[in-house]
């Protein structure tokens, strides 16, 4: 990945143009917590926009229901700004750019099982609502290309208003992707910590 090269390139020489060496060391002694700040070199001096924090007891909350079913936890993981915008299209692609623009933090949970395909819980925290829908609505068109009869996914809005939390349900038949809805639906705000 040549990401840490060019965009972390990118970033150091945006932040020695604001405050020269001074500020690069600020940045050494306390580096980007996410590859918002990378790409973003505004938000990695005070103020600071630090991510939201997802509870990984969401994914924990799951493990019951989805292991009585045959389905086991692979990974979990953060995807970050990047890799949103790279999903999409990449940084040629003013939509993709657009979508991705807003992160706030995620975490994602890759399942699989012998009986079934890989499947996928994603929950995606925005700056606001509006990058809420449209990360929504790019996700959408995303998961249309990956499964046109639209039977193997859910995307939606979640938690408390106003609606800045995303949830993408992939690759699960409807029955249990309803459960699972049901399930992250006991999360208060989907247990998100907005910063």
């Known amino acids: ?16 143009a604001r405050g020269g060496n001074t500020l690069m060391d600020e940045i050494f002694l306390r580096p980007p ?3 918002e700040q990378i790409l973003h070199p ?18 924990g909350s799951l493990a019951s229901e989805l292991s009585a079913v045959g389905y ?29 623009d807003g992160w706030d933090g995620d975490l994602y949970a890759i399942y699989e099982s012998a009986r079934g395909p890989t499947a996928m819980v994603w929950i995606a925290a925005w700056d606001t609502p509006a990058d809420a829908r449209q990360f929504r609505d790019r996700a959408a068109a995303w998961l249309v290309g990956r499964h046109p009869d639209a039977q193997m996914y859910r995307i939606d809005l979640a938690g408390e208003e106003p609606k800045r939390v995303v949830r993408v349900i992939e690759g699960f038949g409807p029955e249990l992707a309803g459960r699972i809805e049901m399930l ?12």
Do not use: K, M, Q, Y
Request: include cysteine; hydrophobic fraction near 45%.
């Open 42 to 59: 505004d938000r990695t001096t005070v103020p600071r926009d630090l991510p939201s924090v997802i509870d990984p007891g969401i994914i």
């Open 1 to 16: 990945c040549l990401f840490p090269n060019v965009a972390g390139a990118a970033g150091a020489r945006a932040i020695a």
């Open 72 to 100: 086991r936890l692979v990974r979990s993981n953060v995807v970050g700004e990047f890799t949103v915008r790279e999903l999409f299209g990449g940084s040629t692609d003013a939509e993709a750019v657009g979508a991705a």
């Open 184 to 195: 992250l639906d006991r999360a208060p705000s989907a247990g998100v910590a907005f910063r």
């Open 33 to 35: 917590d996410s590859t």
